[in-house]
T-cell receptor, first 113, second 114 residues
């Protein structure tokens, strides 16, 4: 039973298209995240939600819009895709302050042509 | 702002030997957590070990141990008896005291030689 699951795992699309990546966690965690891993393997936080509320919004273009319908789900929608958006996007969750590690999904590899 | 530094982009180690992967951090928070993750070529992120800033003893998990030196702000990962399956990227990370942000270092690529 997968703890943090994200779909799709692979996404190939044309520049200018809009796409979404879905994430669900069944761990009962309060906090969920989106991280972007670029081609050099740098992991950078994009967004963090705590109990459906946005708490971290790094300097990410507003073409990226997270949505958290409930605390078990955090989806990522990307408008007008650009070549530089090609990366692996990881969803993750954590229990909260001072408790436990970050649990990652398997990652979604986005390729923009 | 919090920052993690991993000065070794790549490391080689002979199978069955021990290896130390360096990590230094910078934070003004009195309370924080330090983590190590492994990312094999298959891409998933695997949690290895955790050290709390107030923990008196160094963390250990099987063949992994964390050499925590708080005054030097370092949290090096020691892998004993390296195995071929240990070849991967290794990331050091820090969680702030609200648990709401995890900052990652640039990673170290470890190659275990037969």
């Amino acid at each position: 039973d997968t703890a943090v699951s994200q779909t799709p795992k692979y996404l190939v699309t044309q520049m200018g298209n809009d796409k979404s990546i879905k994430c669900e966690q069944n761990l009962g965690h309060d906090t969920m995240y989106w991280y972007k891993q670029d081609s050099k393997k740098f992991l950078k936080i994009m967004f963090s939600y705590n109990n459906k509320e946005l708490i971290i919004n790094e300097t990410v273009p507003n073409r990226f819009s997270p949505k958290s319908p409930d605390k078990a789900h955090l989806n990522l929608h990307i408008n007008s895709l650009e070549l530089g958006d090609s990366a692996v996007y990881f969803c993750a969750s954590s229990q909260g302050p001072n408790t436990g590690e970050l649990f990652f999904g398997e990652g979604s590899r986005l390729t923009v042509l | 702002a919090q920052k993690i530094t991993q000065t070794q982009p790549g490391m080689f180690v002979q199978e069955k030997e021990a290896v130390t992967l360096d990590c230094t951090y910078d934070t003004s928070d009195p309370s924080y957590g330090l983590f190590w993750y492994k990312q094999p070529s298959s891409g998933e992120m695997i949690f290895l070990i955790y050290q709390g800033s107030y923990d008196q003893q160094n963390a250990t998990e099987g063949r992994y141990s964390l050499n925590f030196q708080k005054a030097r702000k370092s949290a090096n990962l020691v892998i004993s008896a390296s195995q071929l399956g240990d070849s991967a990227m290794y990331f050091c990370a820090m969680r702030d005291n609200r648990g709401q942000n995890f900052v990652f270092g640039p990673g170290t690529r470890l190659s275990v030689l037969p």
